[in-house]
Structure formats: structure tokens, C-alpha cells
T-cell receptor, first 115, second 109 residues
Framework: NAGVMQNPRHLVRRRGQEARLRCSPMKGHSHVYWYRQLPEEGLKFMVYLQKENIIDESGMPKERFSAEFPKEGPSILRIQQVVRGDSAAYFC?????????????FGPGTRLTVT | RKEVEQDPGPFNVPEGATVAFNCTYSNSASQSFFWYRQDCRKEPKLLMS???SGNEDGRFTAQLNRASQYISLLIRDSKLSDSATYLC??????????FGSGTRLLVRP
């Protein structure tokens, strides 16, 4: 039973480039969450998606960041025109059902480094 | 005040010791809580869920004190493999996990 999958595991981008991070939820899970972890800090919620719907993007920076979870394929977190402050670990989590809280299971993360 | 506060540590204990971490939360409406374990540069892994007053799983015991709004994690008979960062999580009213910054545990031989 494959867990949450994320790729790439490591991504290096120069300032101004675009970063695309992918997440495939666990089998049977239809809810996807993205979190960001800056160095030496806790995880911070970014966005919650279901298939073809953004449910809550209150944690997303207003500019340059977008997320989608299409009917087919993985969820994508897209960061345009990356800056050094975007360097962080980006974790995706999935859960099986509708809130209230179901336990969320995390993927291995994508470590983004902006040079 | 942070929504979830933890002592960053590190807690440095010998193998076999008992160690306890506390975590305070500000959202009095939270109904469920979690402890996650995070090894260096890896993903958080769910360690325990706390839905009522407490939960026990082997060497690990989590307790919830709603009146004082804190959750504790007790680890008995510490193993070297317990060395990690322990993240306290107090979800908001629905689906958003609010993480503490973590408490670092070092278990020495």
C-alpha cells in the first residue's frame, strides 16, 4: 500500500524560475493538503484541496503561489518567479474522508533550494 | 501567543530514562490532538492521536488536560531510536493542522 508520494525530492531553482511540486495521495484518499516548513520552524498550512476544488487556500502567499488537484493526475503546487525566501521543505499530506479531523499522512517532502 | 507552544529542548536523556514533553494550545474548541515524530530532514509521522483524556501505546502515553489546555507526551524506557523531534498538533475547528515548532529529544547510550 503505497504512501503519499512526492516528486521531485530535491529541486534547485535559480531566482526568477518556476518550481512545480507534485503530490500523489495515498490510495483511497481524496483530500490533499500542502504544508511548508522553513528551516528550524514548524510546519505551516498552505492549502487544502479536493479533486478539482480548492477548499481553503488561506495559508498560501497571495502572489506567485498556486495549487491544483485535477480530476486525473497528481496535485501540483506551483511557485512562479521563485525567490530565496521560498527555500524550504514542502510537504504534502492526504486523508481519506471529510472533516472533522481525520488523521493526515505525510509524503517525504520536496526540498526546494533557490540559488 | 502562539497557537501551539512547545519547549524546543533539546532534552538529553540516557537510554532507559523516562521523559515527558508538554505542549500548550490556545484554541479551546479543539477536539482532537496529535503527536507526530519527525526525524532529521524527513516527513512527520503520526505517533499518537488523542481524542479524549488520553491514549497509551506501548512505551508512549499522551494525556490531555482541557481545563489547562495542555497535552503531554510521556516516553518510558527511552531507546536510542527515540531520538527525534516531537511535534504537537492542535487542529483548528476543521481540517487545518496547527503544528508546534517541536521538541527535540536526544537519547544517549
Amino acid at each position: 500500500n503505497a504512501g503519499v508520494m512526492q516528486n521531485p525530492r530535491h529541486l534547485v531553482r535559480r531566482r526568477g524560475q518556476e518550481a512545480r511540486l507534485r503530490c500523489s495521495p495515498m490510495k483511497g484518499h481524496s483530500h490533499v493538503y500542502w504544508y511548508r516548513q522553513l528551516p528550524e520552524e514548524g510546519l505551516k498550512f498552505m492549502v487544502y484541496l479536493q479533486k478539482e476544488n480548492i477548499i481553503d487556500e488561506s495559508g498560501m502567499p497571495k502572489e506567485r503561489f498556486s495549487a491544483e488537484f485535477p480530476k486525473e493526475g497528481p496535485s501540483i503546487l506551483r511557485i512562479q518567479q521563485v525567490v530565496r525566501g521560498d527555500s524550504a521543505a514542502y510537504f504534502c499530506a492526504s486523508s481519506p474522508g471529510t472533516p472533522p479531523i481525520y488523521e493526515q499522512y505525510f509524503g517525504p517532502g520536496t526540498r526546494l533550494t533557490v540559488t | 501567543r502562539k497557537e501551539v507552544e512547545q519547549d524546543p529542548g533539546p532534552f538529553n536523556v540516557p537510554e532507559g530514562a523516562t521523559v515527558a514533553f508538554n505542549c500548550t494550545y490556545s484554541n479551546s474548541a479543539s477536539q482532537s490532538f496529535f503527536w507526530y515524530r519527525q526525524d532529521c530532514r524527513k516527513e512527520p509521522k503520526l505517533l499518537m492521536s488523542v481524542y479524549s483524556s488520553g491514549n497509551e501505546d506501548g512505551r508512549f502515553t499522551a494525556q490531555l488536560n482541557r481545563a489547562s489546555q495542555y497535552i503531554s507526551l510521556l516516553i518510558r524506557d527511552s531507546k536510542l531510536s527515540d531520538s527525534a523531534t516531537y511535534l504537537c498538533v492542535s487542529p483548528d475547528s476543521s481540517y487545518k493542522l496547527i503544528f508546534g515548532s517541536g521538541t527535540r529529544l536526544l537519547v544517549r547510550p
